[in-house]
């Protein structure tokens, strides 16, 4: 067994040759080419815009979602959205609803890098049976409609909530994740550096959280950045059929509950879409420059 | 002579090409079968996986009394412990016997098969004039690459990738069928258009297809566009397109029958591929417009929570999606020779 410290030293020694960028300058040269594509900047603002405004939602919204006034009242200096059918301030839930869409999309995403991490690499170093399992299911999983099978899970649960949809959106969604860490992780097992951490002695698991993962990580960030509009959307047209939390202000439920008022007052419906629009608009700019920039070759 | 032998060869060729590719259908055809096995674990799992039983979940709300509940999980089999009731299902599957619905109290299989047609309609015009569409756009946009065109059509297309396709159809409805009444609100036709002459009633079908059709062109021409742009653009740096080119062949030809034809590959494997999330997206679209298709049916299905229907569907909504993917499989190996049958 060789001690953690040699291990460290033959690194080092292998770092200095390719001479390596520190993380902060590689970090700092992403972002460089990133800055360059005025697209990937507009996405990132809309990005940024999303998060800050749900992070301090209490503060900006003009008032609270249980407020309620004079109902569907037209966009005035009172109200800038208008209110809804129930007298509440559509502004206020606009800004409230981000927070629900920022959730599911994190939220979903996250539990999708999970389950696409542990199942592709369990996929990729075991090989074999295992593999060819693994590897069908999530062809099947990929090749049916996504949506069938969130309406299938989610209408069986007598509780409609957000965290149902969350949950089941993630554990639906790891299988492209999964053939990419695999087919990623196959390869970087070939590569020399990987040899030469296995011959200084370094255990499967060391070699797998220490060499090969940092190795993933681009594509994986990319990856998820490029489903989080997709759970977004998703998670709305969910809510939008009837499968959310009324009471939620959820963009998808400001759709469903405003359409019917839609000839009388056509605002209810317009700011919660275009919300939502813009929103997915900046992630899908922020995920092609992020591709671009981090030259991740993932489906277009 | 060398001429004869050339021939001799070529058809002996596509002998051993028609052998293997007829082994490859059969083994494909088989490989559906334990496909098949899966897809049906999964939807049974996925409907299994809420907590409670299905019977009670489709009575939420409904008052009920507690015999009929027995009665239906008897009959459904629920009463059974669960890999009892997976086997049950699964047997019944093999003969064909898809269950039964609670709420139209009619086998889900002509449930299914009257609604295949409007959905097939609707998906066929809406892909075909996608696919044009994409492709005569993705192809200006690549051999002008950075030009106004392409800038702005890809601009565009980004937009229609990011648009949601049921608010757009919400606006749509509202603005151009009820405020101003150029299209019909929703449904396949006008009431009493039976009994009108066939030319209108044919008309007034068109009318009533415009606008689902038109919002699905929007969102799938966006996202075939980014695929015939990216396609192309692979395509034009490849050396026998420089070869082309130095033969002095006009420019026309070169990108229209050189180029296209290995652009046209990807972009239909990718539509084939696709048939399940076309299929979704077209739900949706169903469901605002009361046009009564399969993805209509789904969502219908699945706000009554009527569980045997939601089974059924799903296993031959699965089915059609299998054998989609299978004849674009088969459909690439006959368009590329290239091909390895593995």
Same mark, same amino acid.
């Given at each position: ?37 005025? /697209?990937?900047?507009? @996405?990132?603002? =809309?990005? !940024?815009? %999303?998060?800050? *405004?749900?992070? $301090?939602?209490? #503060? ?32 206020? /839930?606009?800004?409230? @609803?981000?927070? =629900?869409? !920022?959730? %599911?999309?994190? *939220?979903?995403? $996250?539990?999708? #890098? ?32 996504? /949506? ?12 409609? *909530?957000?965290?149902?949809?969350? #949950? ?133 | ?119 097939l309609e609707l998906m066929l015009i809406a892909n075909g004039v996608s ?75 068109l009318?009533?297809l415009v606008?689902p059709t038109?919002?699905l062109v ?125």
């Amino acid at each position: 067994m060789v001690s953690r410290s040699q291990e460290k030293s033959a690194l080092a020694r292998a770092k200095r040759e390719v001479h390596k960028p520190s993380r902060a300058t590689r970090l700092f040269i992403t972002w460089r080419k990133l800055r360059k594509s005025v /697209l990937a900047v507009i @996405g990132f603002g =809309i990005v !940024l815009t %999303v998060a800050v *405004g749900s992070l $301090l939602a209490p #503060i900006i919204a003009p008032y609270d979602i249980q407020w309620s006034g004079a109902s569907r009242r037209p966009p005035s200096m009172e109200n800038f959205f208008g209110t809804d059918n129930r007298g509440r301030d559509m502004l206020s /839930l606009v800004i409230y @609803g981000a927070r =629900i869409s !920022l959730y %599911v999309g994190l *939220g979903a995403v $996250l539990i999708e #890098i999970f389950f696409g991490l542990t199942i592709g690499m369990i996929a990729g170093y075991f090989g074999g049976l295992i593999d060819e399992i693994l590897m069908r299911i999530s062809d099947v999983v990929l090749t049916l409609p996504q /949506l069938m099978l969130l309406l299938l899970a989610v209408s069986m649960f007598r509780v409609r *909530g957000l965290h149902v949809i969350v #949950i089941v959106m993630g554990a639906l969604g790891w299988p492209l994740m999964a053939r990419v860490v695999r087919s990623e992780f196959l390869s970087l097992r070939e590569t020399t550096y990987v040899e030469a951490a296995k011959s200084v002695g370094a255990t499967s698991w060391r070699i797998i959280i220490r060499h090969i993962l940092p190795n993933i990580l681009s594509t994986i960030v990319v990856l998820a950045t490029m489903d989080i509009p997709w759970y977004i959307f998703y998670e709305a047209t969910l809510t939008f059929l009837g499968f959310g939390d009324p009471s939620s202000p959820s963009w998808g439920v400001l759709l469903q509950q405003g359409y019917l008022y839609t000839m009388s007052s056509w605002w209810i419906i317009t700011f919660p879409g275009l919300a939502l629009f813009l929103t997915s608009l900046g992630f899908n700019l922020f995920g092609d420059g992020l591709r671009n920039a981090l030259d991740v070759k993932v489906r277009e | 002579m060398s001429k004869a032998r050339a021939k001799c060869t070529v058809t002996h060729a596509s002998e051993v090409f028609s052998m293997t590719l007829r082994t490859y259908v059969i083994r494909r055809l088989i490989l559906i079968i334990p496909t098949f096995f899966l897809v049906s674990i999964i939807i049974f799992v996925l409907i299994h996986l809420a907590p409670g039983d299905p019977v009670r979940a489709m009575f939420v709300g409904r008052p009920v009394s507690p015999e009929v509940v027995d009665r239906i999980r008897h009959e459904l089999g629920i009463d059974q412990p669960i890999y009892t009731q997976y086997l049950l299902w699964l047997g019944r599957l093999l003969r064909a016997d898809f269950g039964y619905s609670y709420i139209y109290r009619r086998p889900v299989v002509d449930l299914v098969g009257e609604r295949i047609p409007l959905t097939l309609e609707l998906m066929l015009i809406a892909n075909g004039v996608s696919l044009v569409v994409a492709v005569f756009l993705g192809v200006l946009a690549a051999v002008k690459q950075y030009s106004i065109t392409d800038v702005l059509s890809s601009l565009a297309a980004l937009i229609g990738y990011s648009i949601p396709n049921f608010w757009i159809a919400l606006l749509a409805m509202a603005f151009l069928s009820v405020q101003l009444g150029i299209f019909p609100v929703s449904g396949v036709q006008t009431m009493g258009m039976k009994f009108a002459s066939p030319f209108h009633a044919l008309y007034d079908h068109l009318l009533h297809l415009v606008l689902p059709t038109s919002i699905l062109v929007l969102g799938w021409t966006a996202y075939l566009f980014r695929i015939v742009r990216s396609a192309m653009l692979d395509v034009l740096m490849q050396d026998y397109i420089v070869t082309a080119r130095a033969k002095g062949l006009r420019e026309r030809i070169v990108i229209y029958k050189h180029a296209l034809r290995n652009v046209m590959l990807p972009v239909v494997t990718y539509t084939g591929y696709s048939i399940g999330y076309l299929l979704a997206g077209a739900a949706v679209i169903e469901y605002i417009f009361s046009w009564p298709g399969l993805g209509q049916f789904w969502v219908s299905s699945a706000a009554q929570r009527d569980y045997p229907t939601l089974m059924g569907i799903s296993v031959i909504t699965a089915l059609m999606v299998l054998v989609a993917n299978l004849c674009t499989d088969v459909a690439y190996a006959l368009v590329d020779p290239r091909i390895r049958y593995d």
